[in-house]
């Protein structure tokens, strides 16, 4: 199996630590992972702001840099959302890239959407005692179809209390250039989405799209609450080396 990392622009430029949990959950499953480094991003904020061109040109790079992995996987379901939905309509008019986007289509996986589906892993060995309350990203739900994945994976952890999220389904505001364009609405609707975190009384907020927890983050660091906020992969490798240390301290 040839694996490859499709790391994204949030993730390489401001966490590249969600990027090595999910790498090194991957290690411990068996799966070599490679890095690209010809890859860049995915073309969306281009696209959404209308600029197809510019995008398609962004979104060639990909192709080329995932040419020959089996598989690519990408702790983001609105970058993996992207690909899946846009990248036909992008190369529609260009035969040979077509075929190269429809499949690139095929074998792009967002993280969990991995575990579940292609591993058959439902549970990673992790322990993690806090309580959580889960976030579902716009893109990663309804464009991509990731939904319970993440939440399969969070009930087979160890002294995880999972609890949720009251109307988890609303848009966090985030939207990429939304937020830029549209700040004062982006800033009601994170409010509102940080007030349903704390009624949770949750110790952690996850989520599998960094744009979402940055920018719910952003609010609740802002307004003095510390909620912490963590990717899907952050948890699960925290919580596998937790439980890691019980089983040398039990022996």
Known sequence: MKVSLFVTCLVDNFFPNVGEAMVRI???????????????????????????????????????????????????????????????????HHPALLAKAQRLTEKTFEFSQFLIHVLKVHDVGARFPHRVTYHPSCHGARLLGVRDEPLQLMRQVRDLELVPLPFASDCCGFGGTFAVKMSDISAAMVTEKMEHVLETGAEVLVGTDMGCLMNIGGRLHRQGHPVRVMHLAELLYE????????KVVAQ
């Open 239 to 246: 919580g596998m080396q937790v439980a890691k240390r019980g």
């Open 26 to 92: 991957l290690h411990e499953l068996g799966v070599d992972v490679e890095f690209s480094p010809e890859q860049t991003c995915c073309g969306q904020p281009a696209f959404n702001s209308g600029y197809a061109a510019e995008a398609r040109d962004v979104a060639a790079t990909l192709l080329r840099a995932f040419d020959d992995a089996d598989y690519v996987v990408t702790p983001s379901g609105s970058c993996a959302g992207m690909i899946h939905h846009y990248y036909p309509t992008l190369f529609q």
